[in-house]
């Protein structure tokens, strides 16, 4: 009965979620046919912001205060505002890989969660160029338009293929970790780093990939759909560590366990 409860209480709110990722989505593909229009402003170094971001944040924000007026908010761009005593938050990423879409590379997406009581319930992430409208909801599983995903079940670093931040920080990674990248890509089919985090944790999640990392200082609103998506696909997160604090510090591992559990040893030693 509960579980019932729970399948119609959160069905109204995945269909406002999956509207405005649509509309989003339609927004942004709207506004690449025209780059050279584009608004770009530099909020810190190579870190971007458009007016299309601006714009396309503002009307997910419209659709999902219409309908849940008095929950709270995070948004990359808008900070975060609305009832500070709702047990329901939103996280909004209008475009996630905004330096993709700067270049019309057409790899980036729309990133919509929402927590409940501070663990994520929902999740709606869609790439608009190839219609992939990814969805999970906490306990019932993840889909790619309506079909069900799972992570890959690869157990070894041969064949498997990932994407891994190559960008190196001291504050990160010691001096050994470039060598380190290196022969790790001797061993795998091969690395990739796409631009849009969001998506390939997505990637991770339909079985396309077959793990992620970054050490980059990823945001909420860049990871936390999309964990829920890995989590609910069959696989696992944690941080580069091993810890489960990566929603907070913004430097994680995910894919199926077996892999995830392999890379994070693999990666330990080089690890500040």
Not at 241 to 265: C, H, Q, S
Request: hydrophobic share 40%.
């Amino acid at each position: 009965i509960y579980k019932l409860i729970e399948e119609t209480f959160m069905h109204p709110k995945m269909n406002v979620a999956i509207k405005a990722a649509r509309q989003a989505g339609r927004m942004i593909l709207k506004a690449s046919e025209n780059l050279s229009s584009i608004e770009v402003h530099e909020k810190a170094k190579n870190n971007y912001v458009t007016n299309v971001d601006l714009e396309v944040e503002k009307h997910i924000l419209s659709v999902l205060q219409k309908a849940f007026p008095d929950q709270y908010y995070i948004t990359e761009e808008s900070g975060s505002f609305g009832n500070e005593e709702s047990d329901h938050t939103w996280i909004i990423d209008p475009i996630d890989g905004t330096n993709n879409f700067i270049h019309g590379l057409p790899h980036h997406c729309v990133s919509i969660a929402m927590q409940f009581r501070g663990k994520t319930d929902l999740a709606v992430i869609y790439n608009p160029y190839l219609d992939q409208l990814f969805t999970a909801t906490k306990g019932s599983g993840a889909q790619l338009n309506g079909q069900r995903i799972r992570v890959a079940k690869r157990k070894e670093f041969s064949s498997s293929l990932f994407s891994g931040a190559l960008k190196y920080s001291s504050k990160v990674f010691k001096e050994s970790y470039p060598q380190a990248i290196l022969e790790l890509y001797k061993e795998i089919s091969g690395l990739r780093y796409s631009g849009s985090l969001a998506l390939d944790m997505c990637y991770v999640a339909a079985g396309y990939l077959d793990a992620v990392w970054t050490s980059r200082d990823a945001k909420i609103w860049d990871t936390a759909g999309a964990a829920l998506m890995i989590k609910e696909a069959g696989g696992m997160l944690c941080g580069l560590d091993g810890g489960l604090n990566f929603l907070e510090d913004g430097r994680l591992i995910g894919g199926n366990p077996k892999i995830v559990a392999k890379l994070t040893t693999y990666l330990a030693p080089h690890i500040q």
